[in-house]
Structures are given as structure tokens and as C-alpha cells.
């Protein structure tokens, strides 16, 4: 997603407003069309047919993975939906032993794509890759072992965070199931491939009349003929090929995991949290779609298969022939009734909504200094079950989707400086040094919910420092006020980066001018004096990722000072801070690894056929 923001920034319409927003909106309006061309593209390898890999497409594109999940804001199934059919075609393809080098790496990219999102899929095909390597024929026994390790191997450093916890291996970016145990779907309901249980749908689209009532219980039934179809299709007397074991083997398997995994918990966190409720500690599980994604490709591949014979297959007697047809066509008007009905369900369910993006959760005039040269923090405070909490936002603050709470605790130079900001002073007034210690760690604005308790806001009303701002909604807003330098006697706003003299008066802001506070700007003789330093309001752990230089020559962080700190040399003139990057060798073996796979799965030239060699070769029937 972070490419697509970048190229969603530079359009003209995206200027002022959220560039994530905007490409995540499109990520979802597209995801449809996108998972149905995919599904299209991929049934050649089962059958050259156009027709069943039409009909096919639309119900993969329609499935309720897909729209329950879009119903829901789970922008993480979008791109495993999309790549998966791909995903599964080239390794069919794979495991026939007719696949070129070009289909083994496009194979690999799409499964790293897909995996990034939806990392049991890396587990998956890992798995896969080495049954493959052990019993595969011929050469698509170094394919094996090139879809078991290279998806993995495309990611680089980011598979560490999955080293670190876990529990991620079973989630994903929004595939984490926090609605508690409500909204989990029945078995008998997963076993129709519905990930949610529709129960929840009448709190956001109700019903009227008794409708209402039994709707819910019937709207998995919509989905039988593709289940009834596919088992029906695995299970055909006749010869099975290895692309038949494959789908038979991802059913069984994704309507396995599917099963356990509302029932394995994966962490715990609030549920229904807001100012003055606690809310309720919940198990968090993985949120089936995934691996029902498995199970309705499987069983649709196999109904392609079928339908894609020219035969239907599912009959057998006499009057052999015109069964076949008979069947053939029931099937296909069965299947065309679920995509439409499936198509009128989507329609109801999103009836009067649109796609927008989210509003932001910090004040404009907070968000305007986040992106600043300032770089500054806003701070959000609130109570919950009568404790005070808080909550920082910069402008590297949240994530796409919610995951896993992460459990770290906050710096402990946070935690101070918001204890002498918040807990100093009377139960009314804040102490002396309120304003001054949210200055220091980059504080520009303090926001409070309309719902806090209001000796809370007469407290910051009468902060000294602090100053009221227009908020929004039921946002009341204060502004931290800027320190004045002893050198200019100009005002010094809250900033991240800042110059102090010895005894920590700040003496001027350092503008930040790109990503990960990153400073190239000269400096005024006046601030370069002996002693001055360099503060940064950042965990001490920063300082190992950067680097800091005056004049040329870097500049090593002071020790014990709390917040990173650095000396600088009299009379310096010009500063720089850069970011270090981390694992660097790792990432240069990564690009090259993943421009080699792009450059295998460009398609130089067509591949000839062996003489004689028809259509018919390219399904697996």
C-alpha cells in the first residue's frame, strides 16, 4: 500500500488530503473487478473454455470472503483474493512438470505479494514447494524448491517482525477477528465458505418486518450450489490428475483451518473501549476468510474442471451423452442464479453507503504541524474507567490496519515527561512545568474528548503554557505555547529537534525536511555557542539509527541524558541528521533476488508447442 499512496500524493485531486485514504478506498472499489480478471486469467491453465472461466470469475469474485470482508474495512484479504487464483494456477502448472522458469518466478512474486498480506499463505506455499521438492517430477523439483523459499526470501528484513511475534504467521493487516465471539460465523456457516456470521449484518442493515428475522439463517444457503458443485466435481469417478489432488488437498485444508482458527487465540485487547469504560477484555482468533479463500478455490477449480469439459462429468449411464449436456447446463444456470443472488445481497448490504476515506482522528490544525518542519506531536488525553490515559500521534503514527496489539511498553522518557505534564500539581491545576515538559517532547497541541470529566479540562485551562485552540467535533483543543530564546529573544515552538544551551534553555527549533526526522540546514552562529546541543524527543534507541554530523564530522550521542543528545562543536555552521539503514545487506540481497525474479517472469517470446499439441493440454481434466 505505501507504493500506492506515493503515486495516489502526486495527483493534483489528492493534494490536502489523505493519500492512504484515497488509495485505500480505490484498493477496495477495484478489488471486484480486479479478483474476477484474475480468476479469468487463471482458468486457462484448467480449461481453454471462455465461458466457465467467466461464470467461474464472477462467483470468485463474489464470494462472501470477498464481500463480507469488504462489507467490513478488511483491506488485508483484498490482495491474496486477487493474487490466489495466479497463486494456485502456477503451482498446478508446477506440479504437472510443464511449467516454464517464467511461470515458476511470476509464481513465486505473486505469492510474496499475497503472503506480505496474509502470511499463512507463506507457510502454505512453503509447504507446498516442498512436497513438491520431495516427490515432484523432473525438474519442478528445484521449482519447489524455489516457490518453499523464495516468497520468503522477496520480503528481506521485514520477516523479522514475524520472528519477533509469532502470532502474526495467523493474521494479517485488518484479518484480525475483534468483534468478539458474536461475530464469528457458525460451522455449518464456514463450511459455506461465509467467513462472518451475517447475524451482525442487522445492526448496520436492518430488515424490516419477519424478513428480518430468518434472512440471516438463509443467506448462507445462497452459496450451496458452488459447495455442493465443487465436492460433487473432487469427488467424479475417472482418472485424477495431480491439479485435482492440488485443489482437493487446498479444500480439505482451508476448510480445516477455517474451523480451528476461530477457536485458537492469538492475544487479547479491549474491545468496545472509549473515555470513562475500560471496555471488555476479548480473545483475539484470526479471522477465517483466508483460509475459506483455500477451500472456495479449490472446490471452484474443480467445478472448472468440469464445466470446462465440454461434458459436465458428473453423470454417468446410457444415455451418457445428453446427460452430460443436461448436466452441464443445470449446473451452469445454478451457478449464474448464486452470482446474481450473491450480486443482490452485495447491492442490499452496501445499499446507501459510500466509499470515503476515513476521517482523521487529529484536529487540522494538529495534522498541519505533524508533516511540518516542526515535526511536532500532538497529544490526546482521556479517561478510562476513571484512570487518566494518553495517547501520542506524529507523523509516523498508526498503522493500515489494526493487527495484534503490540504489548510494547511506552520509552520511559515518555512516560516521564507526561507524568510531569499530567501528574504534577494539585488535583486541578497542573504544576509549573506542565507546558515546559510537553514542549520537550515535541507536544505542539493537546486534545481532549468532549466525554472526559470536566476537572480534566478546567486543569489545562488553567495550565500556564497552554493556550485554547479551535477544536473540532468533540475535540476540545489546547496549544502548547513556545519558549522564548535567551539568544534572539525570538519564541522557539515545540518541535522534535531542537538546540539548547548547556543548562537546557532552548535556543532555537531545527526544521525537520524529510522522512524519519531528517535534518540538512545550517545553523546561526548565534545558536552554535559552547556547549549548545543538539535534542532530540525521541527514545534514546533512536540515536543507533541515525547518524549526526556538523561540518562534516559526526557527532556521537552524549550518554545518560534521557532524551538523545549531542554536543556540538563552537561555531558550527551546518547540520545533518540521516537515517542509518538497517540490515542493509540484507535489503541489497533482496533487491537483487526480487530483480531476478522480475526479470524471469518478464514473457520473452511464446514458447513452442510440441506437434500436434492442442488446446486440450492446457487443463488438467
Known sequence: MAAGSWLVGLLPSAAGGSASGVAVGLTLLLAMPASALSAYLAGRVLTPRPWPRALVAVLWALLPVLTQGLAEGRVGIVAPHVLLPLVVAGVVRTMSGEASWTVVAATTLALAVAGAFAPMLLVLGALAGLALLV???GRSRLAGLVLALGPAAALGPALLRWWHTPALLLTGPGLTQWGGPSATALPWQLALLWPSNPDTWSDSTPVPGPVGSWLPMVLPLLTVPVVAGGVLALVRRGRVSAGLWTLGALTVTGLVLALVAPRVTIGRAYLDARPGHTGKLANLTTWPGVPLDLAAIGLLGALLVVLG????GLVEGRWRRGLRVGATGVAAAGLTLCALALAVVLGYRTMGATITTAGDAVPQAARDQLSSPLANRYLVVEVRGGRLGYELWSDASGTLARELPTGEAPPAVETEALDRALASGSASTAGPDAAAALADLGVGFVGVTSATEAPVITRLDTTAGLSRAAGEGEINLW???????????EAVPSSRLRLVDPAGVPLAMVPVSGPGLTVDTELDAA??????????????????AVRVSADGRTIAASPGTGYPSYVLPQGAKHLQVESLAAHSWWWWATIAWVGLLLLLALPFGTRSRQPGAGPAREGIA
Not at 309 to 312: A, I, K, L, P, T
Open 135 to 137: 516427490r515432484g517430477p
Open 309 to 312: 469439459s465440454g461434458s459436465g
Open 479 to 489: 496549544r502548547v505555547l513556545p519558549r522564548t530564546s535567551p539568544t534572539h529573544g
Open 527 to 544: 545558536d552554535a555557542t559552547a556547549g549548545a546541543r543538539l535534542v532530540a524527543a525521541q527514545d534514546p534507541r533512536w540515536s543507533a
